[in-house]
C-alpha cells in the first residue's frame, strides 16, 4: 500500500507539472519569444527547443490555443476530467466555432474514454486524403479520390499514355512544378561571376521577378534565413532595408524568410 500511495501523490504532482507548463507555454505563446530564438512556431519550439516528440508537441499546442478562449480546460486536465488526447482530438473541431459552442463541447467530453471522444467527431472520409507511411529504403502513398477527380485523373492518364503511366506521370508533374522555381535563363561565362540581374523592369519595388526571386530562394537553400530557423514552410522574399524606408528589389536586399518571422520582423 505504501507504494500505491506514493504513486498517488506522484501522479497527482504529474498534473500540477503538466498544469504549469501549459501555463508557461501559454506565455510563450503570447509574447511569441521562441521567434527570437529562431523558432518560426510554437510547434517548431516545442519539438527543436523543448526536445518533444511531434505527436505530444501538438498535444501541448492544441490544449495552448484552446486553453486562450476556454481557460477552465486547464483545471479539467489537472482533475482528470479531460485529457491531453481528448483535447487535442477535439481543437481541430473546434477551432472555428465561436466559445459558447466550445465549452458546451468540451462539458460533453468530460469523463469519456479516448474512444468515445474520437466517436464524438466522426466525419465523412474527405473528397482528397493521401496517407503516408515512410519506411527504411522508401514511402508508401495511399491516396484516395471522388470518382469524378478520379475521372479526371484517367482523362490525363490517357492523353499522357504515349509517354506515361500513372507513377511517371505523377513524378513528371512533380519535376515540372520544381522546375518553375530553378533559376535556369541566366547563364555566366565567367565561373566567378556575380549575378547580374540588370535593372529591374518594374518600379514597384514589392514586385520581384520570378528569375531574381528563385535565385534568392536557392541561395537560401529554400529555408527560411532567420538565425536559427529551420522552416522551409510559407517561405517570404523579404526586402532587408524596408520597402517603406526606401529598400529596393536589388538581389543584395532580398532574403528569404518565413511567414511568422518575416512578421515578427515588422
Same mark, same amino acid.
Given at each position: 500500500?505504501? !507504494?500505491?500511495?506514493?504513486?498517488?501523490?506522484?501522479?497527482?504532482?504529474? +498534473?500540477?507539472?503538466?498544469?504549469?507548463?501549459?501555463?508557461? &507555454?501559454?506565455?510563450?505563446?503570447?509574447?511569441?519569444?521562441?521567434?527570437?530564438?529562431?523558432?518560426?512556431? %510554437?510547434?517548431d *519550439?516545442? /519539438?527543436?527547443? $523543448?526536445?518533444?516528440?511531434?505527436?505530444?508537441? *501538438?498535444?501541448?499546442?492544441?490544449?495552448?490555443?484552446?486553453?486562450?478562449? =476556454?481557460?477552465?480546460?486547464?483545471q +479539467? !486536465? #489537472?482533475?482528470?476530467?479531460?485529457?491531453?488526447s481528448? /483535447?487535442?482530438?477535439?481543437?481541430?473541431?473546434?477551432?472555428?466555432?465561436?466559445?459558447?459552442?466550445?465549452?458546451? /463541447?468540451?462539458?460533453?467530453?468530460?469523463?469519456?474514454?479516448?474512444?468515445? =471522444?474520437?466517436?464524438?467527431?466522426?466525419?465523412?472520409?474527405?473528397?482528397?486524403?493521401?496517407?503516408?507511411?515512410?519506411?527504411? #529504403?522508401?514511402?508508401? %502513398?495511399? &491516396?484516395? &479520390?471522388?470518382?469524378?477527380?478520379?475521372?479526371?485523373?484517367?482523362?490525363?492518364?490517357a492523353?499522357?499514355?504515349?509517354?506515361?503511366?500513372?507513377?511517371?506521370?505523377?513524378?513528371? %508533374?512533380?519535376? +515540372?512544378?520544381l +522546375?518553375?522555381?530553378?533559376? !535556369?535563363?541566366?547563364k555566366?561565362?565567367?565561373?566567378?561571376?556575380?549575378? #547580374?540581374f540588370?535593372?529591374?523592369?518594374?518600379?514597384?519595388?514589392?514586385?520581384?521577378?520570378?528569375? $531574381?526571386?528563385?535565385? /534568392? %530562394?536557392?541561395?537560401?537553400?529554400?529555408?527560411?534565413?532567420?538565425?536559427?530557423?529551420?522552416?522551409?514552410?510559407?517561405?517570404?522574399? #523579404?526586402?532587408?532595408?524596408? =520597402?517603406?524606408?526606401?529598400?529596393?528589389?536589388?538581389?543584395?536586399?532580398?532574403?528569404? &524568410?518565413?511567414?511568422?518571422?518575416?512578421?515578427?520582423?515588422?
Open positions: 500500500m505504501n !507504494i500505491h500511495n506514493e504513486l498517488l501523490e506522484l501522479r497527482k504532482k504529474e +498534473k500540477r507539472i503538466t498544469s504549469e507548463i501549459l501555463n508557461k &507555454l501559454q506565455e510563450m505563446e503570447t509574447s511569441r519569444q521562441y521567434l527570437e530564438m529562431g523558432h518560426h512556431s %510554437l510547434f *519550439y516545442l /519539438v527543436r527547443g $523543448l526536445g518533444y516528440s511531434e505527436a505530444t508537441a *501538438y498535444q501541448r499546442q492544441a490544449c495552448v490555443r484552446l486553453a486562450k478562449e =476556454v481557460p477552465e480546460i486547464k +479539467k !486536465i #489537472d482533475q482528470g476530467s479531460l485529457t491531453l481528448a /483535447v487535442t482530438t477535439a481543437f481541430k473541431h473546434l477551432r472555428n466555432k465561436p466559445v459558447a459552442a466550445k465549452r458546451k /463541447v468540451l462539458k460533453s467530453m468530460e469523463n469519456k474514454s479516448s474512444r468515445e =471522444v474520437k466517436a464524438m467527431f466522426l466525419e465523412p472520409t474527405p473528397t482528397l486524403k493521401i496517407k503516408k507511411t515512410e519506411y527504411a #529504403d522508401k514511402v508508401h %502513398l495511399r &491516396l484516395e &479520390l471522388t470518382h469524378e477527380q478520379n475521372k479526371s485523373l484517367e482523362k490525363l492518364k492523353l499522357k499514355s504515349h509517354k506515361h503511366n500513372v507513377e511517371s506521370l505523377l513524378m513528371d %508533374l512533380i519535376e +515540372k512544378e +522546375k518553375s522555381y530553378e533559376n !535556369i535563363q541566366w555566366s561565362s565567367k565561373p566567378n561571376k556575380s549575378k #547580374d540588370g535593372a529591374p523592369r518594374s518600379k514597384n519595388p514589392r514586385q520581384i521577378s520570378k528569375r $531574381l526571386r528563385n535565385d /534568392v %530562394l536557392e541561395n537560401a537553400n529554400y529555408k527560411c534565413q532567420y538565425p536559427g530557423c529551420e522552416s522551409d514552410h510559407f517561405l517570404q522574399i #523579404d526586402h532587408i532595408f524596408p =520597402v517603406r524606408k526606401g529598400g529596393r528589389q536589388q538581389r543584395n536586399n532580398l532574403q528569404v &524568410l518565413c511567414s511568422n518571422h518575416n512578421r515578427h520582423k515588422g
